[in-house]
């Protein structure tokens, strides 16, 4: 035994135990649990919970591996506080349940805390508690749980959490209420023919159903067997287990017990010389029975002989008779008995019969085994039609016995009826049926004569009508039932911009007419399809009218079917809308209306923009033109488009040096003017003067300059001053310029 080190405070007049470390010894119990029986381990939440059908021996642990698992309504209902709960689940085999619980060990010395509750769902939802027991403080116990008020048949919950998570072994044993295994007991299982058995049921519901048997008696849970003869025989019996967990038997159970009659020394056997005629000879026959003193026969009508085979006694009586006969061998008495059947000889045709023509008559003979009918398309107990007044005769056999008899039907004429014309009428229309020629009439398909009703379909209608004599005809007429056309359209388009062009297409034309009301005005009569243009805003019924050649009409008509959306106004301007190659960015300035979404397009492949005023600049490299484009959106999908064309102009830009040094050397050899932009260069000319005014250069392009040379060909000048005149035309404006100047050569 270990000692304990206690602590004892004292809180609002309540005594609270802290305990030093374990483990501890839980003593010894005030008497002996049952054998752990090695069984699956409690669930570690409530939805995993442990089926169990015996808690007799069931052992488990607190162990720390578990967690604790509940929701509000189990913590609120709980006793205690949850550390390490585990679960249990079983079938409530009565209104109440008691079952004992010892401790084994305790690692804290805490005990245990154990719940009986059941939910509004499973494992979820208001929680019933039926007994929560805390603590379990470390003692060997045994300790009672118990809880009444249960249902039969209805699943319950067991949580066992360790005190303060205290780490607990226990075993549960002597329960009651709780759904056991099905088991019979035979009050013995070997007997010699004659004898009885008791065969007891138990466990299961407590409702027992034993398999069919002539040599079983009674019912419940003790029922009474007598096998006959020697031999082995089964007998069955079947309850139902409520749980159907794998530590259960399952939800319908069935134990077979097996009773042997041994032969006891002693067998004898009994016949017969049936079967026999009203009237006629019985002789019963009984097996030798070797060693047998004598022999004893017992039967119907106070029938008793001592002779092995009794004969020569007659039955008048038709029926089914049991003779038995016995005898005793060594002190055991052995019987057996034989069936003697005593046919009738005397066969009844039945009461005379009259009908009307075309009824059906049914020959019901009896007394005997079989029938044989003077016309031999008549046959016992299957209907007929006599076509007229007739007398039958019938011959009955029974075994060896025969006898005949006679019955006459009489045949009267049928009623003369008339259904009346046949009808057409348009589905959900009214009829009438009014038959003629009978004082009553009986109509199918729940037609009253004389009464308006709606057929549904096309129908033959059969009517039987009666006469005053009784007899019934009948006839027929057929009710055609145009069905309202079936009318359904489908439009190419259900919604877009105006102008907005819709067609229709019939769905299931026919050789109908047809009415198309297109919801703008128009209509058409066209079966197959029909058009029509909406340039108003708005959203349209459209209606299609569907006429039969019998004048029935089907109608659909499809409110708000087609919707067409008002378009928006595209509308910008570019600011500024002229540009130069040294300032080439303008901004949107965007003025469209009934638009949320934009789309511009530059048309200077720089891509597209979605900003409602976009800031763009466009390529600086040369003078160009461009169209700008912005298609703007409605938020129905409608679009339009503007265009705005945009001038990148050139700026002249030239350089014209007024010195050059044409003497051999790679350092500015020749006078030309430096063109950047802005001129045309097809459109050029320079001339060179010397100080008299002759021209001593000329060139037409741009990059041929002056090398200093007279004319090209007479080398070159003196060093001096020189006049030169450059005319040339602007790119953006056409406009020829004029320049004039002076240059200095120098060697």
């Known amino acids: 035994m270990k000692n304990l080190l206690l602590i004892l405070v004292f809180v609002s007049s309540s005594l609270t135990l802290f305990a030093s470390t374990g483990p501890y010894d839980v003593g010894t119990p005030t008497s002996p649990a049952p054998n752990c029986v090695g069984n699956t381990a409690p669930g570690n ?89 805390n603590p379990g403080t470390a003692t060997a116990g045994p300790a009672n749980i118990s809880a009444t008020g249960l249902t039969p048949g209805q699943t319950y919950y067991i949580m066992i959490d360790g005190n303060a998570g205290d780490v607990c072994d226990y075993i549960i044993g002597a329960n009651t209420g709780v759904s056991t295994p099905l088991s019979v007991v035979a009050s013995t299982t070997s007997i010699c023919p004659g004898e009885s058995v008791n065969l007891t049921a138990s466990g299961g519901d407590g409702t027992y159903t034993w398999g069919s048997s002539p040599y079983l008696s009674g019912s419940g849970a003790n029922v009474t067997v007598t096998p006959p003869s020697p031999g082995t025989y089964t007998f069955s019996a079947t309850s139902t287990l409520p749980s159907t967990s794998s530590l259960c038997p399952g939800s319908l159970s069935t134990v077979n017990t097996t009773i042997t009659v041994n032969s006891c020394g002693c067998s004898i056997t009994a016949g017969n010389n049936g079967p026999i005629c009203v009237g006629g000879t019985v002789n019963l026959t009984a097996t030798a029975v070797t060693g047998a003193t004598s022999y004893s026969w017992t039967g119907p009508n106070g029938f008793v002989s001592n002779l092995q085979n009794p004969t020569g006694f007659i039955v008048n009586t038709p029926g089914s008779y049991v003779y038995t006969v016995s005898t005793t061998l060594n002190g055991v008495t052995c019987t057996s008995s034989t069936t003697v059947v005593v046919n009738s000889a005397t066969v009844n045709a039945g009461p005379d019969q009259t009908i009307c023509v075309g009824q059906t008559v049914t020959f019901n003979a009896t007394n005997a085994a079989t029938y044989t009918w003077s016309d031999p398309a008549v046959t016992n107990g299957v209907p007929f039609t006599p076509a007229a007044t007739t007398t039958y005769t019938v011959t009955g056999t029974t075994g060896t016995c025969t006898s005949t008899d006679q019955i006459t039907v009489t045949v009267n004429p049928g009623a003369s009826i008339n259904a009346g014309a046949d009808l057409t009428i348009c589905s959900g229309a009214t009829a009438v049926c009014s038959a003629t020629g009978g004082l009553t009439y009986a109509w199918d398909n729940s037609v009253t004569n004389g009464v308006a009703f709606a057929p549904s379909t096309t129908t033959i209608y059969t009517v039987v009508g009666t006469d005053a004599g009784g007899c019934t005809g009948t006839d027929q007429m057929t009710i055609t039932v145009v069905p309202t056309p079936i009318v359904d359209f489908t439009p190419s388009i259900t919604s877009g911009c105006i102008p907005l062009t819709v067609t229709y297409t019939n769905s299931n034309p026919t050789n109908n007419t047809y009415q198309w009301v297109l919801g703008n005005g128009t209509t058409s009569t066209n079966a197959n399809s029909a058009s029509a243009i909406y340039t108003a805003a708005g959203c349209y019924d459209v209606t299609l009218i569907a006429t039969t050649p019998n004048g029935c009409i089907g109608q659909t008509t499809y409110p708000a079917m087609v919707c067409a959306f008002p378009n928006p ?42 900003l409602e005023n976009p800031e763009h600049t466009f390529p600086a490299e040369f003078a160009a033109s461009y169209q700008i484009t912005l298609i703007a959106y409605s938020a129905d999908g409608c679009s339009d488009t503007a265009k705005v ?103």
């Open 45 to 133: 939440t409530c939805d995993q919970a442990t089926p169990i059908c015996d808690l007799n021996g069931y052992c488990g642990t607190t162990s720390s591996s578990y967690t604790a698992d509940y929701w509000n309504s189990l913590n609120n209902n709980f006793c205690g506080s949850i550390e390490n709960n585990s679960f249990l689940s079983f079938t409530a085999s009565s209104s109440s349940i008691s079952f004992d619980v010892w401790l084994t060990s305790s690692q804290d010395g805490y005990g245990i805390q154990i719940m009986i509750f059941s939910s509004a769902q499973p494992c979820a939802g208001a929680v019933t508690s039926y007994n929560c027991w």
């Open 569 to 610: 106004v595209a509308d910008f301007t570019a600011n500024p809308s002229v540009l130069s190659i040294l300032a080439t960015t303008t901004n949107m300035v965007n003025a469209s209306t009934g638009a949320n979404t934009y789309s511009w397009n530059f048309g200077d492949a720089s891509g597209t923009s979605v």
């Open 645 to 747: 064309n945009i001038e990148v102009q050139d700026e002249l830009i030239y350089y014209i040096p007024n010195t050059f040094t044409p003497d051999q050397d790679e350092h500015n050899p020749v006078f030309k003017p430096i063109f950047t932009s802005g001129f045309d260069p097809n459109d050029y000319k320079m001339l060179i003067y010397d100080r008299w005014g002759e021209i001593v250069f000329e060139s037409n392009d741009v990059n041929y300059g002056w090398d200093g040379t007279y004319n090209g060909t007479q080398g070159i000048v003196k060093d001096d001053t020189y006049t030169w005149k450059i005319e040339f035309k602007t790119i953006s404006s056409d406009e020829r310029k004029l320049l004039m100047g002076s240059v200095n050569l120098l060697r």
